[in-house]
């Protein structure tokens, strides 16, 4: 069973950063692709970055430029780095899992793994 378990938000003013964490288990990297998403208050999931089995990103506008994913294979955890954080980036961030080497879809009930989430907020 797919366990995603994120860590490592918080608080921070704007233009801060913050690394996200999350820890992987019960899938294997070349059968699944994984990303993350957000969700802020009254509004839907929003996809920010997804990976491929052949580590392949793709990033939302949103975060282009700020947001960098990266991943240590050997410890099965996945991060998201945030840099140049703004108020509107305020939400619950969530780590993705599914099972097809290839991403191709943000919509996010296509992704059928989810962690409990971690949540940041941005002050101004």
């Known amino acids: 069973q797919v366990q995603l378990r994120e860590s490592g938000g918080g608080s921070v003013q704007a233009g801060g950063s913050l690394r996200l964490s999350c820890a992987a288990s019960?899938?294997?990297?070349?059968?699944?692709?994984v990303g993350w998403f957000r969700q802020a208050p009254g509004n839907g999931r929003e996809g920010l970055v997804l990976i491929d089995s052949v580590d392949v990103p793709a990033y939302a506008d949103s975060v282009k430029g700020r947001f960098t994913f990266s991943r240590d294979d050997a410890k099965n955890i996945l991060y998201l780095q945030m840099n140049n954080l703004k108020p509107e980036d305020t939400a619950m961030y969530y780590c993705?899992?599914?099972?097809?080497?290839?991403?191709?879809?943000?919509?996010?009930?296509?992704?059928?793994?989810w962690g409990q989430g971690t949540q940041v907020t941005v002050s101004s």
């Open positions: 019960g899938y294997t990297k070349r059968d699944f692709c």
């Open positions: 993705v899992a599914r099972p097809d080497p290839y991403c191709g879809t943000w919509s996010p009930s296509d992704y059928k793994y």
